[in-house]
C-alpha cells in the first residue's frame, strides 16, 4: 500500500515543478501595454493601448532596429496613435512604448524593401510629351503587372504576420495545459469520492 | 507516436478501439482506493510529457513516458492513458478521436510490457535505475513497434514501417530512458513504497 503523505509529497513536488515551469515561461504583464504597427507607403503608423482598449496617451514612443540602435522618437497622441517616417533599408525594426509607471510594450515589425520609385517611372517635367505616349502605349497586361507588383510590396509584409500568428496559435498555451491538469485533478479527486461512497455504502 | 486521423484502415481502428476498452476495464478493476491519486498523477505526467520536445537533427520528438507509467501503475495505465490522450486530442489537436483507441493501445500494451519487465529486473537484481532504464527505453521502442503493426494493419509495407520509426526514434528512446532511470532511482531511495500497488 502507498502511504499517503508520499502521495501527498510527489504531488506537491510535481505541482512545484510546474509552476517554476510556467512562472518561468513569461514575464508577468499586471497591466500589459499593447502596441500595433504597420508600414503604410512612406509611413509606419501605428496604435498603442492598454488591455482594456484604453489609448496609450502622450507617451514616448522609439523606433529601434535591429541591434536595438534607435532610429526615431516620437510622442503617441491623446487617441494612442502614433507615426514615423519610413527607415530606408532596415528591417526588422522594432517599435517600442514606454506607458510610464512600469508600463512597456513593443513590437517589431518587418518592413518591405522600399520601390525604387524614381528608376520605373520616367522623368515627368523635362519631356511630358513622352510620358504621354508612354502611359498610353501600357498595355492592360503591364498595368495589371505593375498594380499587381505594388499590392504584393504592400500585403507581403502583412502575410508574414499573418504566418507568425498562425504559428503561434498552433501552439499549444498555458491555458490548455493547465487546464488539461486541471481536468485530470478533477477526475481523480472524481475517482476518488465515487470509490469513497462505495465502500463507505 | 500520435498516428493522425484517417490514416488507419477500419479493422485497424476497431482493434485498437478493442484493446483500449479492454485494457481500461481490467485497468479500473484493479485500481485500488489507494492507487487513485497516484494513477492521477501519472496521467498528469503523460499528458504533459508529449509537450517536452527533444530537438535532434531534422526531426523533433517529445517524450511519452509509457514505460514509467507501466512499471508504477501495471493495468491502471490504460485509464490514465486514455484521460491523457483524450485531453491531448481535444486541446492540443495531437493523434484524434478516432485513432484514440490505437493510440491508447500502442502506448498503453508496450508502458504495460515494458513495466512488467523492469518491475521483474528489479526484483531480480534490484536496481532501480538499470529497471528505470528498461522502462523507459522499452516502452517507447514497443510504442514504436507497435505503431508499425496498426500501420501494416491498414496497408503499408511492416519491416520498411518498422525501421524507419524506430531509427527515428533511437534518440528518444534512449533519452525517456536516461530519464525514467533517474525518475526511478531517486524516490526507490527516499520512498522505498511507492512501486508498490
Known amino acids: ?201 | 507516436m500520435h498516428i493522425s486521423e484517417g490514416v488507419l484502415s477500419l479493422p485497424a481502428l476497431v482493434t485498437g478501439a478493442t484493446i483500449a476498452i479492454t485494457g481500461t476495464a481490467v485497468g479500473l478493476r484493479s485500481l485500488s482506493m489507494e492507487a487513485i491519486p497516484k494513477a492521477g498523477i501519472v496521467s498528469s505526467a503523460l499528458f504533459v510529457a508529449s509537450l517536452i520536445h527533444v530537438n535532434l537533427g531534422v526531426s523533433s520528438m517529445h517524450l511519452i513516458l509509457n514505460g514509467l507509467g507501466g512499471m508504477l501503475l501495471g493495468w491502471a495505465l490504460f485509464p490514465a492513458l486514455l484521460v491523457a490522450l483524450l485531453l491531448q486530442a481535444v486541446l492540443f489537436q495531437f493523434g484524434g478521436l478516432v485513432v484514440l483507441g490505437v493510440n491508447v493501445s500502442t502506448m498503453g500494451v508496450s508502458g504495460l510490457l515494458a513495466g512488467m519487465l523492469s518491475r521483474y529486473i528489479l526484483r531480480r537484481i534490484s536496481s532501480p535505475g538499470i529497471a528505470g532504464f528498461i522502462a523507459g527505453a522499452g516502452g517507447v521502442a514497443g510504442a514504436a513497434i507497435l505503431t508499425a503493426i496498426a500501420l501494416w494493419g491498414s496497408g503499408e509495407f511492416f519491416l520498411p514501417t518498422a525501421e524507419l520509426i524506430l531509427a527515428t526514434h533511437v534518440p528518444i528512446i534512449i533519452i525517456e530512458g536516461i530519464i525514467c532511470s533517474f525518475v526511478c532511482s531517486f524516490p526507490c531511495r527516499t520512498m522505498p513504497g511507492f512501486l508498490e500497488e
Open chain 1, 1 to 201: 500500500m502507498m502511504l499517503k503523505h508520499q502521495v501527498l509529497s510527489l504531488s506537491v513536488f510535481i505541482h512545484m515543478l510546474l509552476m517554476v515551469l510556467f512562472i518561468s515561461a513569461g514575464p508577468a504583464d499586471a497591466h500589459k501595454l499593447n502596441v500595433f504597427a504597420y508600414s503604410e507607403a512612406d509611413m509606419i503608423k501605428g496604435e498603442t493601448y492598454f488591455n482594456d482598449g484604453a489609448p496609450v496617451m502622450n507617451s514616448p514612443v522609439t523606433l529601434l532596429d535591429q541591434n536595438g540602435k534607435v532610429i526615431a522618437e516620437t510622442r503617441s497622441g491623446e487617441d494612442g496613435t502614433f507615426s514615423f517616417d519610413l527607415p530606408k533599408n532596415v528591417s526588422p525594426v522594432t517599435v517600442r512604448v514606454n506607458g510610464s509607471m512600469g508600463h512597456m510594450g513593443s513590437m517589431s515589425l518587418e518592413i518591405a524593401p522600399s520601390p525604387d520609385v524614381r528608376e520605373e517611372v520616367p522623368d515627368t517635367e523635362s519631356n511630358g510629351k513622352d510620358i504621354e505616349t508612354e502611359t498610353l502605349s501600357l498595355s492592360r497586361a503591364d498595368i495589371e503587372k505593375i498594380i499587381n507588383q505594388a499590392v504584393t510590396r504592400q500585403t507581403d509584409p502583412l502575410l508574414h504576420e499573418l504566418t507568425a500568428l498562425r504559428k503561434e496559435l498552433s501552439k499549444p498555451g498555458v491555458t490548455e495545459i493547465l487546464g488539461g491538469i486541471g481536468y485530470i485533478a478533477g477526475l481523480t479527486g472524481f475517482a476518488l469520492w465515487a470509490r469513497s461512497r462505495r465502500n463507505n455504502g
